[in-house]
């Protein structure tokens, strides 16, 4: 056979595959074609694309797909605003859905006025850099270290660092997304509904008079507020815990002997408000190092 001869066989042998080939694919396509509801790419250019998560969805692409089947509603989403919401709710013809809105706590309020430090901290300023250097040479092996971690996680922008070196919460900013939740090297921050207003805000589960000696706001496990509110709070490890689910609505008196002032209402108006008991916290200045790493 000659070489011109064998050229066309193998020109022929490649066109023929690339027929048979092309007519598979066309028969897959039309036998599996999965159909996707154009309304989906509708509501995801709706949606803000931060892929959060705050909605308990992998991003807002699944999340538009939920909204668009009906098992989510729009009123999930925790960043856009409520007019943006009822957009989506009015394009899909549902209801948008009434969530209370979730905000991040902390369980420490031992800034650097209150707790003490042990050493003076010299390394990378992260918190779980210090976490993993002897605690960052906090005296208290459960509170805040202050680097700021979750405020650089946030973002938007619902984290700001006061003063004395602890996170506060924007209750208007904060999405509920998580990210603060899972940098915290010691656990500290939690999400809950707005309406959870009695709040411990401290995590120490030690008990005597040297966890005491660390910070001035500690709980120290003295039973007044599970006294005053029985049933609502109880003494779990030496720390007071809130069982939401009873009315903590009615209990506001579980914060008025708290000596501390650990356990504190947490009033949309006048803010963290503490009991008539707690003792005031005057000093502004960050307490003297006990000594240096």
């Known amino acids: 056979m000659t070489a011109l001869a064998n050229i066309a066989v193998a020109g022929s042998f490649m066109t023929g595959l690339g027929v048979l080939l092309a007519g598979l694919l066309a028969l897959a396509n039309k036998y599996f074609f999965v159909f996707e509801d154009p309304r989906i790419n509708a509501v995801e ?25 009906g098992s989510l509603d729009p009123g999930l989403c925790t960043v856009c605003s409520a007019d943006e919401r009822q957009v989506i709710a009015d394009f899909l013809g549902v209801a948008v859905g009434e969530h209370e809105q979730r905000v991040a706590r902390l369980a420490c309020a031992g800034g650097n006025h209150v707790a003490r ?22 005296g ?20 700001r660092m006061d003063n004395h070196g602890l996170p506060n919460v924007v209750d208007d900013l904060c999405t509920a997304c998580g990210d603060c939740v899972d940098v915290c090297p010691r656990q500290l921050f939690s999400l809950h509904p707005i309406s959870h207003r009695l709040w411990v805000a401290c995590n120490n589960q030690g008990f005597g008079a040297e966890e005491e000696a660390q910070c001035d706001v500690i709980c120290n496990a003295c039973s007044r507020c599970a006294m005053d509110a029985p049933g609502a709070v109880a003494i779990v490890n030496h720390l007071a815990v809130v069982d939401y689910t009873k009315n903590t609505l009615a209990v506001h008196t579980a914060i008025e002997r708290c000596p501390t002032g650990a356990i504190v209402w947490l009033d949309r108006e006048q803010g963290v408000v503490k009991g008539r008991e707690a003792r005031k916290v005057i000093r502004h200045e960050p307490l003297a190092t006990g000594g240096r790493a």
């Open 117 to 138: 430090m042990r050493a003076h901290y010299d390394g990378l300023a992260t918190c779980r850099a210090a976490h993993l250097v002897a605690g960052g040479g906090k």
């Open 45 to 69: 250019d709706m949606l803000p694309r931060n892929n959060c998560g705050a909605c308990g969805t992998a991003g807002c692409r699944a999340f538009a797909e939920a909204v668009v089947q």
């Open 140 to 159: 208290c092996a459960w509170g805040c270290l202050g680097f700021g971690d979750c405020e650089t996680v946030c973002d938007f922008a619902a984290i």
